[in-house]
Every structure is written in structure tokens, then in C-alpha cells.
């Protein structure tokens, strides 16, 4: 499978006129804190000193997952397409926050289990996964399939920012049993309670996920893995990501299962994690020991555990404050206020 190359973002000579103007706005040296960290991070993925967000494309990656069928979500699986019609409607939470904050919204079916939606983007691979818990959740063929027209999407779409949000009852669990297979941890640190399991949901969800794991030994590279436990719309989704690190995009990233998909394009294109703005820290369990080992320090710590790119759309106002700040606040210079010694 082919990926693109990515641009070499570590460009110390930009990297040090940002910084110089950055330090040389009015207010004490760093007193921006992490915005101005964010500031910095946006000028190396667009190349530029004063970085422009243009745009913002905020898609909603939906699939049917086979575990679903194995008491893996406090919620039934006919909630994915019931909510992609609430999102398609105007009423989920993603929805409202794409309006207020003038995000486009797409929503991409990739392969949700009902027929396909009006006004969704038709990039379905097969009425949801198989069961992963019995063997490999889709061929080599379908993974292929879902990379692929996760990079075409991005290229069709206009702008340079690309927010991440998903779909998918049962999808914490493909979530979790890709972190499993790519952080090497024992698979009890990668699962969370998802839509709100009890503990004895949590105990059923573990032990099926155990079988997925077992019954999947035999996938070994990060594509393997990815076609073993994923879900149309997380191997989607990093195809969407590796697409849009190359074409000198940032990605938001939103919670738990976004991040799988970040981590898995990260696997399979080492360097996409450059253009990586991780949203927030999300509830779910494991979420924080993921972003740790990724060495991403999310932007707000909300309690969030929603998913839909709802944290992706809250976090979204701080990187266009950020392109503002650095583009318009005066130096000491030109607003004639004494600098420090
Ligand atoms: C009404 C409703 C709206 C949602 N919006 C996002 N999710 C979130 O919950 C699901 C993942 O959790 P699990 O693995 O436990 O099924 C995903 O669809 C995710 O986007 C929702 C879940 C529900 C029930
Ligand atoms: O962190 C997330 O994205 C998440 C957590 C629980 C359920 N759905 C999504």
C-alpha cells in the first residue's frame, strides 16, 4: 500500500523566526503559555510565519462494527444510524457546535448498516465489520479500500484544517484493541466503560475483546492490525489523516477512538503526528495513558466522552486565537512599550 511522503515540518530557520516574533510580542516572555506552543505548531505545518486557517472541515467518520453484536456498548447498534441522521438533521451535539463554530460539517458513511443516508458522503466499504472477536474484522481488500478514499476525501476537500469526529456503536472497543496491539499494554489499560458499561459490562466487554485479540495473533504489521481490529471508519479516518499531514493540513484530533485512528496513521506513515493538534483529554480510561504515549498533551480536560468531534469542534476557537495572536498582537517594538532587560 502507498503512502504519500510527508513535508519535513521541523524546519529550525522558521521555527526560530516564530518563536523570535513570539517572544518579542508585548507581554512577559511566554506568558501565552501553550497557545504559544500551538501558534508555533500551526506555522511549521503550513510552512509559514504567519499561519491562516482556511476553511475548517470538520467530518464525521461513521461505521457499523460486527463486535457490536457482543454486548460491547451499553448502547444498541441501531444507534449509529439513528444518530447519523440526528447529525445529519441539525440536532447531535456535533451538529450544533459545527454551526456555532463554522466548522463544515460532512458526514462520511463508511460503512454504516442500513442504507445509505441523504446528504451523507458515500464511502461505504460493507454494511459494518465482521465479528472481530472470531477472526480478522474485514480483508486486505476492504482496509485497502477505506485507506484509499479516506486520502481521496481530504483531497477533494477544500481548506487546510481537518477536524475529527466519528460514529460507530461498539467503536471504543476497536479502539481499544488497537491500542492494545500498537502500546503493546496489557489489554485491562486499554479498555474503557464507552457509552457508560456497568462494571459487569465492563467485564463482558474485556473478555470479548481477549477473544479478538486471540483470535487475531496473527496480524503482526501495523496494516495487519489495523485490518484485524479496526473499523471502516477508523482505517478510513487514517487515511484521511496521513492525506492531510501531507498536504500540509492540521488535524484536530478529537477523543478516544480519533486518536486510534491518529496513532494507527502514525504506524503506518511515521511523521503525521507533526500535524496533530490533540483536542482534549478525554474520559474515557485509557484515553490519557494513550496520549501520553504518544507524547500529546491535549488542549482541554473537560470530562468529555462523547466523541462526534465534539471535543475537536470546543478546542477549535483556541488554534484560530492562536493564527490571531501571532499575526496581530504588537511587538515592544512597534507599540513603543519598555521590554525587560
Ligand atoms: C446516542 C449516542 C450518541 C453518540 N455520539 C457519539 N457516540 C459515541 O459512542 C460510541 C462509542 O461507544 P461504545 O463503544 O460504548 O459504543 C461511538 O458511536 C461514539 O462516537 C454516541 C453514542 C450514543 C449512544
Ligand atoms: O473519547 C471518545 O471519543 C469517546 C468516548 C466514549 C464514547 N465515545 C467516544
Redesign the pocket.
Known amino acids: 500500500m502507498h503512502f504519500p511522503d510527508l513535508p519535513a515540518l521541523a524546519e529550525p530557520d522558521l521555527a526560530a523566526r516564530v518563536q523570535h516574533a513570539l517572544d518579542h510580542k508585548t507581554k512577559p516572555l511566554g506568558a501565552l503559555g501553550r497557545i504559544e506552543a500551538l501558534a508555533l505548531q500551526l506555522a511549521l505545518v503550513q510552512g509559514v510565519e504567519r499561519p491562516v486557517l482556511r476553511e475548517p472541515q470538520l467530518v464525521v467518520y ?1 461505521a457499523d ?1 460486527g463486535l ?1 453484536r457482543r454486548g ?4 444498541p447498534r441501531e ?2 444510524p ?2 447519523v441522521a ?1 447529525m445529519l438533521a441539525g440536532g ?3 451538529s450544533v457546535l459545527a454551526r456555532q463554530q463554522g466548522l463544515r460539517l460532512t458526514i462520511a458513511d463508511c460503512g454504516v448498516d442500513a442504507p445509505l443516508a441523504e446528504g451523507a458522503l458515500d464511502l461505504r466499504v460493507a454494511a459494518g465489520t465482521a465479528d472481530a472477536s472470531t477472526g480478522p474484522a474485514m480483508s486486505a481488500e476492504q482496509a485497502r479500500q477505506a485507506l484509499h478514499q479516506g486520502m481521496a476525501l481530504v483531497e477533494r476537500l477544500p481548506g487546510n484544517a481537518l477536524l475529527l ?11 481499544s484493541l488497537l491500542m492494545q496491539r500498537l502500546t503493546g499494554l496489557p489489554l485491562a489499560d486499554c479498555v474503557g ?5 456497568d462494571d459487569a459490562g465492563l467485564a463482558r ?1 474485556l473478555a470479548v475483546l481477549a477473544e479478538a485479540l486471540a483470535a487475531n495473533a496473527a496480524a503482526q504489521s501495523p496494516l495487519e492490525v489495523g485490518t484485524a481490529l479496526g473499523g471502516f471508519e477508523i482505517l478510513t479516518m487514517a487515511g484521511s489523516v496521513i492525506a492531510a499531514a501531507a498536504g500540509r493540513r492540521v488535524v484536530v484530533v478529537d ?1 478516544f ?1 480519533t486518536t486510534a485512528a491518529v496513532a494507527l496513521a502514525e504506524a503506518l506513515r511515521p511523521g503525521v503526528l507533526a500535524a496533530c493538534v490533540f483536542a482534549h483529554r478525554s474520559a474515557e480510561g485509557p484515553h490519557a495513558r494513550w496520549l501520553d504515549r504518544l507524547g500529546a498533551r491535549p488542549l482541554l480536560d473537560l470530562d468529555l ?4 468531534g ?1 471535543g475537536a469542534a470546543l478546542a477549535w476557537p483556541l488554534l484560530t486565537a492562536a493564527c490571531a495572536l501571532l499575526a496581530d498582537m504588537a511587538s515592544f517594538e512597534s507599540a513603543g512599550v519598555s521590554n525587560r532587560d
Open positions: 461513521a462494527h457490536s460491547v456498548s451499553a448502547y444507534v449509529t439513528q444518530m440526528n447531535a451535539a456535533v469526529g466519528e460514529m460507530g456503536i461498539g467503536n471504543t472497543s476497536s479502539a466503560r464507552g457509552t457508560g458499561l466487554k477523543g477512538i466522552r462523547l466523541g462526534e465534539s
